[in-house]
């Protein structure tokens, strides 16, 4: 394998909705620049992207995988997202490794709803993003209106680079430029090339004031070379999202892309850098990376697969330093270093062995069980407490209680569960106590059962599912404080703790937060986190339902300790206790989640679609013609009342209809269904 520089190096995640043809493109980017000698294709599942035998039977991608290739002395490290809503959270996993999301949009479709949110979720990340409007042949009447919405939706400054060029009789047979090398003399399906390269000129000329007069003095012509600094800013503010068109099938504007990928998207040097932060809490400090490769290891690792047989891989993005084989390196705040025995590129299913790996790149490294997806790689005790900010995964929406099938694989189930969790952090694991089941949730029906087929197909374990309890919540609506003092006495030394809290409201969606404002050493500050431990613990079981807490605030005010008898398990314990009865004073409340949905159907089914949500509690919050001559309905809803919604709408359109879900927030549950629930 050829040896690159970090400023040759481009990482791109490949985002969109199922069925824009990702896995396609990638195959036609691969062939054509020589990395593969045959392109696969995904209805044979011949494809190099789904290699797995759970993606090759579903005909989609399910998990990201790993491509590469070399082309105009650039190293160009693609990642291949599934685009099923269910597996949006496994397509947000390699976002922090890359500095670009190449989006790809259907041509016959346009923007669904896993393109809104990939869009989304790549401009929070301030990852630079660039379009491809794929399956362009045989949807020429079609292409305008998408560009168009693409500009309505994501903003106007979503600039094609290139254009279809269209033939005598309508067909569209290749691309035409309108940046790199701009050619005015060819016939494209909408706009001018020169009108579109005056777009993006002033677009990125509006990065900078001095350029703007030199581009002014000269007349209006400036180079690619001289735009390339403001090019890369607009990039990286989301100032510009390039837009190309391509067909996949067709090999249409696939070089057109490739060297717009190498000579406009940012490479690791360029993008915006990534915010290390070391140490945790009120400690924590932001950290810079030098990107340097003569400075100390530095890498993240992102994406962690299991295999019952190699055991478990890590695939990381290095930021600075130089990873080498045989060298030492340490995990997170792990004291003892493990040797850098393989190190490898990741090419589908193969492996690919390398020597050495440089800041930008990607690599993989393999039989380290201490690897979990968050985890830092480095070469020296100073980073010890180094790492990312934790990424955000959509919150679970679908659950099924799991169960042992066999007496004694209780154990063996636990075990596959965590795996499962490990290489998908989408995936939860909950308990249950009110029910007392042990509940896998996911994103939605097709998550938990592909995470099911895998436990039973890879890891040979077979569970009794069963319909779980709602996901619901507790919270508080009041404050209040509490004063509990816990003392045990059974013959020699004794235990003792007393704490006084305060408990009170956090916004919605804050989760949980802890704060000592101890004076004068009435608790120990050693004892404070074993406060904390006890109160952690009992958020787990809520006061009216069982349900676990959420957006609460503790505050430990005072307290009391004995010089002997005080211990960490009288603190913990006392902790417990003042919470659980702080809380019953502070106006307790039940939660329920509730989903935002989209739901396409035929004109004529409108109505009943809306008459049943409305029954349901929920809200119709608009309807929109889409491009496929239906319409989509907007809607809010309580998750109970909808969980079952999949055999209602086929019901209601006689299977045409189609929806997505996703978690919006949670909600009080009103009055009454509080009693229906009681009941």
Do not use: W
Not at 128 to 150: F, P, R
Request: proline fraction near 5%.
């Amino acid at each position: 394998m050829a040896e690159f520089t970090t400023e040759q190096i481009r990482n791109l995640a490949v985002l969109g909705h199922t069925g824009a043809g990702k896995s396609s493109l990638l195959e036609a980017l691969l062939f054509s620049a020589d990395a593969i000698s045959a392109k696969g294709r995904v209805d044979k599942g011949t494809n190099h992207a789904d290699f797995t035998a759970q993606e090759k039977s579903h005909r989609h991608s399910l998990e990201p995988s790993f491509l590469n290739l070399d082309y105009q002395f650039h190293h160009i490290n693609f990642i291949d997202t599934p685009g099923l809503p269910d597996f949006f959270g496994r397509a947000l996993l390699p976002l922090p490794g890359v500095e670009s999301v190449l989006l790809v949009v259907n041509a016959s479709v346009g923007i669904e709803s896993v393109t809104k949110r990939a869009f989304e979720a790549a401009r929070s990340q301030g990852k630079a993003v660039i379009i491809a409007i794929n399956h362009m042949d045989g949807n020429e009447a079609k292409v305008s209106d998408v560009m168009m919405d693409i500009q309505h939706q994501f903003g106007h400054r979503c600039l094609p680079v290139n254009l279809p060029n269209v033939t005598a009789d309508g067909q569209v047979d290749d691309v035409v430029d309108c940046y790199l090398h701009c050619d005015e003399t060819f016939n494209t399906l909408f706009s001018h090339a020169a009108t579109a390269r005056d777009e993006l000129v002033d677009t990125v000329l509006e990065e900078d004031e001095a350029l703007m007069e030199l581009y002014l003095e000269q007349g209006e012509s400036l180079t690619p070379e001289q735009l390339h600094a403001p090019l890369e800013t607009a990039l990286r503010m989301g100032h510009l999202v390039p837009v190309c068109f391509t067909s996949a099938e067709q090999d249409i504007g696939i070089s057109s892309l490739l060297e717009v990928l190498i000579k406009l998207m940012p490479s690791p040097l360029e993008a915006n850098p990534p915010q290390f932060i070391k140490g945790f809490g009120e400690d924590a400090k932001p950290i810079d990376v030098t990107q340097k490769a003569t400075d100390h290891v530095l890498a993240h690792v992102f994406r962690v697969a299991i295999d019952p047989f190699f055991g478990r891989m890590g695939v990381f993005r290095l930021y600075q330093g130089k990873i080498t084989v045989g060298m030492k390196l340490f995990i997170g705040s792990g004291r003892k270093p493990f040797k850098v025995s393989h190190l490898m590129k990741l090419q589908g299913d193969k492996q690919i062995n390398v020597n050495q790996a440089l800041p930008g790149d990607i690599c993989a490294i393999a039989k380290l069980e201490e690897l979990s997806v968050g985890a830092v790689l480095h070469d020296s005790h100073d980073e010890d407490e180094f790492h990312l900010p934790e990424l955000k995964f959509p919150q679970p929406i679908f659950g099924l209680a799991v169960s042992a099938k066999r007496r004694g694989d209780e154990q063996k189930i636990s075990e596959v569960l965590n795996k499962l969790v490990a290489e998908d952090p989408s995936l939860h694991i909950s308990r249950n106590e009110a029910e007392g089941q042990t509940v896998l949730q996911g994103q939605g029906d097709l998550h938990l059962q592909i995470a099911l087929e895998k436990a039973q197909n890879l890891f040979n374990v077979d569970m009794e599912t069963d319909t779980p309890a709602v996901a619901y919540r507790e919270t508080i609506m009041g404050e209040a404080e509490y004063r509990y003092r816990h003392k045990k006495q059974s013959g020699g030394s004794g235990q003792f703790g007393e704490v006084e809290l305060k408990v009170e409201p956090l916004a919605r969606g804050q989760g949980f937060e802890f704060v000592s404002k101890v004076v004068g050493g009435s608790v120990p500050s050693q004892y404070i986190p074993a406060v904390e431990k006890g109160v952690r613990e009992a958020m787990l079981v809520g006061e009216l339902g069982g349900y676990p807490l959420q957006d609460v605030k503790v505050t430990v005010l005072d307290g009391k300790h004995h010089s002997v008898d005080s211990k960490e398990i009288a603190f913990v314990m006392a902790g417990k206790k003042a919470f659980m009865e702080a809380v019953k004073l502070a106006q307790p409340v039940i939660l329920e989640p509730i989903v935002d949905m989209q739901i396409h159907v035929a004109q004529s089914h409108v109505g009943e679609i809306t008459g049943d949500i409305s029954s349901s509690r929920g809200i119709v919050c608009g309807t929109q013609a889409n491009s496929k001559g239906g319409v989509e309905v907007s809607v809010e809803a309580p998750l109970a009342n909808v969980s079952n919604y999949s055999t209602r709408l086929k019901s209601m359109t006689g299977g045409e209809g189609q929806f997505s879900m996703h978690f919006s927030r949670y909600d009080v549950l009103p009055k009454k269904a509080v009693k229906e629930l009681a009941e």
